[in-house]
């Protein structure tokens, strides 16, 4: 055996107190951090649309959804629906009926004095002993005729003008459903364009209303096209 002195010694010799130095072990590498995934970008000649406007996108809706504006669209396009020309002449009727019946009351209480004013000139002619013509129409009927009429007009505007801009329709035109709508922003038309509206159609009557059977796509007639209206249903 080998004598103790030729032994090597494990740790060489320290004072009393003192540890042993130790080497630090080698510390392992930080992991390293997972680096983004860019997605690959399109090439200059693909279009750069939105995932929900390319087809397997994260965003595709499923088939026969609508979005808002889609929406929008259909019902801007039932709106701008022209009404049926039977709806529109029934309607018309109904309200020809009352300006009729509001002429008639009018012209009732006058008719006494302008039949006196007719018959005093036949009597006249007729005491002359000389063949003569008698007009019907002179100024004392035409004032009675512009009393009838200034009545129905005051009274169509109460009654067609008005609610035409308010609410675009008539009472004949809302028992039918059918409504008055301004071309540019399919509301009821201006004060304006009402009035506009009623005035021709009072002076040009049926020749006037017969062009919506020829116009299209909204079917109007004389007095539409002046105020740019037309009758939706």
């Not at 002195?5 to 390293?32: F, Y």
């Not at 035409?164 to 038309?189: I, N």
């Not at 021709?200 to 062009?211: D, K």
């Amino acid at each position: 055996a080998a004598p103790a002195a030729d032994r090597p010694e494990v740790w060489a010799p320290r004072p009393a107190g003192v540890r042993p130095k130790i080497a630090a072990r080698p510390e392992a590498p930080a992991p390293a951090e997972p680096q983004p995934q860019t997605q690959p970008q399109p090439r200059s000649g693909e279009p750069r649309g939105s995932e929900e406007a390319r087809p397997g996108g994260s965003g595709s809706r499923p088939a026969g959804a609508r979005t808002p504006r889609e929406v929008f669209e259909r019902m801007a396009e039932r709106a701008v629906r022209p009404a049926g020309l039977p709806r529109r002449a029934v309607a018309r009727a109904l309200d020809s009926l009352v300006y009729a019946a509001v002429a008639v009351a009018v012209a009732r209480p006058l008719l006494p004095e302008a039949t006196a004013h007719v018959e005093a000139k036949v009597d006249a002619a007729r005491a002359s002993g000389r063949t003569t013509t008698v007009w019907l129409l002179d100024g004392t009927i035409a004032g009675l005729l512009g009393l009838v009429l200034g009545a129905v007009l005051l009274f169509g505007i109460l009654y067609e003008v008005l609610p035409t801009a308010r609410w675009g329709r008539t009472p004949g035109k809302k028992l039918l459903g059918v409504r008055v709508l301004a071309t540019a922003t399919l509301r009821p038309p201006t004060f304006g364009a009402a009035l506009r509206r009623w005035l021709l159609y009072a002076f040009l009557g049926l020749p006037g209303s017969l062009w919506c059977l020829v116009d299209r796509p909204r079917r109007q007639a004389w007095h539409d096209k002046a105020a740019r209206t037309y009758v939706a249903r």
